[in-house]
């Protein structure tokens, strides 16, 4: 693959991940309906988490990588740190999404009452400890960008299009 497969692999998953992101916010909708006068959702968060990480965060990586080629100066892109920057971005958003809705339900079923309206629980802690490891994740992506975007691209480089 190449840079270019590279920048469309993230514009491609980054929708059909915030298709996900928009599916997860029925997860509010049944809370509202289900549980009447509660007026909050935990899961509410995950439906834009998703979306702003995945379709803006994903598009936007892509859409720079595509450009990239244009600011290098003729050096070679670095796909492996791409592909490595790819595969976390999706398996943090993956992992909030995951986590946020099911692993919610999983460890709310679990400990009676649910911890989310109960106060400070160690039941959410954990919830909120496992939602940061997949941001953790998704952010260490976003250093490898950074560090690509700051070792790799010039100013001032001519474009060699219009020359």
Same mark, same amino acid.
């Given at each position: 693959?190449?840079?270019? %497969? ?7 998953? +980054? !929708? ?13 909708? /049944? ?25 803006? /965060? !994903? $598009? ?7 450009? !990239? ?10 796909? =492996? @740190?791409?592909?490595?920057? &790819? ?7 993956? +992992? ?10 999983? @460890?709310? &079923?679990?400990?009676?009452?649910? &911890? *989310?309206?109960? +106060?400070?629980?160690?039941? =959410? ?5 496992? %939602? ?5 994740? *998704? =952010?260490? +992506? ?13 100013? /001032?480089?001519? %474009?060699? $299009?219009?020359?």
């Amino acid at each position: 693959m190449n840079i270019n %497969d590279w920048a469309l692999r993230f514009i491609r998953w +980054g !929708m059909g991940l915030a298709i996900v992101g928009l599916i997860t916010g029925y997860f509010p909708l /049944g809370h509202y309906l289900m549980m009447g006068a509660i007026p909050s959702c935990p899961a509410a968060p995950v439906h834009g988490h998703t979306i702003l990480l995945s379709f803006l /965060g !994903m $598009t936007m990586f892509g859409l720079v990588y595509r450009a !990239m080629p244009q600011w290098m100066n003729g050096a070679a892109p670095p796909l =492996g @740190l791409i592909r490595a920057h &790819f595969w976390l971005a999706v398996i943090g958003i993956i +992992g909030v999404c995951v986590n946020g809705t099911i692993g919610y339900e999983l @460890l709310n &079923f679990m400990q009676k009452p649910g &911890f *989310y309206y109960g +106060g400070a629980s160690r039941t =959410g802690d954990l919830w909120y400890s496992i %939602d940061g490891v997949f941001l953790t994740i *998704y =952010g260490a +992506g976003c250093v490898i960008f950074f560090s690509v975007l700051m070792k790799k691209t010039r100013y /001032g480089v001519a %474009d060699q $299009t219009h020359a």
